[in-house]
């Protein structure tokens, strides 16, 4: 591209931004179906807004898990079948990513239980790629509709507090499970003593998780805002909380499950 | 339920969650740390084999100098014993030539002492000849004193030249 049509390029570029930016201020708002209040409310509870699953009524992040569940179902297949076999002893480029990942969660689970790490990996791996793909899933906007007939947009599935206390849990038995087969009664009095873990795990994600979505619908909610600002508060702010959520939870898990699961020494 | 929680929601989560596991584990994960591991072991057993290659190297090297190490210490010895026997081979021959040159001396002497003789001999059985045949002459040109002074003289010339 030479310097003539690169400036044409940006020119026109700008033009529109501007005549995009000055229809949005002309055309001002739509009446609102819900207000500021309502629709954060409903963003923490999940009482209005709810989906049909086979009949059943329940939150989108439900709907949002599933989605992701099945995205994960299409991408394993494809890649077990057309690329692992594939695999060379130098790797290519997409390969090095699938092994930096699943070596990065096996690290983990070695560096920091080392005496029992072969389910952990797996485990911390799938909670990791959990966490960072559906949160980052609120990001694609998939729509779904509500059982009163409206169109929402999928959050992520974390978001919803049964999704996070239903992680939060699972890593606090996932960390028993390691104390009961490394120490027996020892390992469940040690996990015991952290009692809090659970409470904290959930509570943790899930308030990262709906700070993001609040702070996104807020932003959405003006129509002032939501010109330019959502690229730094949407993809920026969910980019990091979707690392640094499937880090810190899959951390405190390897963590806590290492030290539940140390032998004890005898001296 | 404050929160929303709903028991049978945090079943499905769970559920979905149980079925990603599975998923995950036995398409992505368990297959990537197969490949991992396979390679993480080739090349274990590559570095090993090149470590004992190394060290199998480094041993034949050290056994190649002491080979060498041996054998320019059999040279070292070889070369003095042949410097030895050298010598002493040269040592008997100078010995034999000089005994040689002895006996030829020795030889020479002899012969010389031996010819000389015979020659003294052969002189005196000339001179007695001489002698007779001139006392013979003289016996017949004078008297028989004066021939026999005459023979006397001869004699006692002859006696005093041998």
Redesign the interface.
């Given at each position: 591209m030479n310097k003539k049509k690169r400036t044409a390029a940006i020119v026109i570029f700008a033009v529109l931004a501007v005549a995009l930016f000055v229809g949005t201020l002309i055309s001002g708002t739509a009446d609102k179906s819900e207000t500021i209040r309502e629709v954060m409310k409903d963003a923490?509870?999940?009482?209005q807004n709810r989906v049909s699953?086979f009949g059943?009524p329940?939150?989108p992040g439900?709907i949002s898990?599933?989605t992701?569940?099945g995205i994960?179902?299409i991408f394993?297949?494809i890649?077990?079948i057309l690329v692992?076999p594939r695999?060379k002893?130098v790797p290519g480029k997409f390969q090095l990513l699938?092994?930096t990942a699943?070596?990065f969660f096996?690290n983990l689970a070695k560096t920091n239980s080392p005496h029992r790490n072969r389910f952990l990996?797996?485990?911390v791996?799938?909670a990791g790629?959990?966490i960072f793909v559906g949160t980052l899933f609120e990001l694609f906007g998939l729509e779904a509709v509500t059982t009163d007939g409206i169109t929402i947009s999928l959050p992520a599935?974390l978001s919803?507090?049964?999704?996070a206390?239903?992680?939060g849990?699972?890593s606090y038995l996932v960390i028993l499970s390691g104390g009961i087969l490394s120490n027996k009664l020892r390992g469940v009095g040690r996990t015991l003593k952290e009692f809090s873990l659970p409470i904290s795990m959930s509570f943790r994600m899930f308030g990262a998780l709906l700070s993001g979505a609040l702070v996104t619908e807020l932003v959405y909610y003006s129509v002032y805002l939501s010109y330019g600002l959502p690229i730094l508060v949407g993809v920026l702010f969910t980019l990091l909380h979707a690392l640094i959520q499937a880090y810190v939870l899959t951390m405190l898990t390897s963590l806590f499950y290492g030290e539940v699961s140390e032998p004890v020494h005898k001296h | 339920m404050p929160l929303n929680i709903d028991w049978q929601q945090i079943l499905l989560h769970l559920l979905n969650f149980v079925v990603l596991f599975a998923i995950l584990y036995f398409l992505l994960y368990k297959p990537v740390k197969a490949f991992m591991e396979k390679r993480t072991e080739q090349y274990r057993q590559m570095d090993e084999e090149a470590k004992k290659k190394v060290s199998e190297s480094e041993r034949l090297k050290e056994e190649y100098r002491q080979k060498l190490d041996a054998a320019e210490d059999e040279i070292t010895a070889e070369r003095k014993k042949a410097r030895a026997e050298i010598e002493a081979a040269t040592a008997a021959r100078m010995e034999r030539a000089e005994a040689e040159a002895q006996k030829v001396l020795s030889d020479a002497r002899r012969d010389i002492e031996h010819e000389r003789n015979k020659m003294l001999h052969e002189a005196q059985n000339e001179i007695t000849g001489m002698v007779e045949s001139a006392a013979e002459k003289l016996v017949a040109q004078s008297t028989t004193s004066e021939a026999f002074d005459q023979f006397l003289d001869a004699a006692k010339r002859g006696s005093v030249n041998e």
């Open positions: 923490v509870l999940h009482g699953l059943l329940v939150n439900l898990a599933m992701v569940t994960f179902l394993s297949l890649v077990r692992i695999f002893m699938l092994e699943v070596g096996d990996g797996a485990y791996f799938t790629s959990y599935p919803d507090i049964n999704g206390i239903m992680l849990c699972l | -």
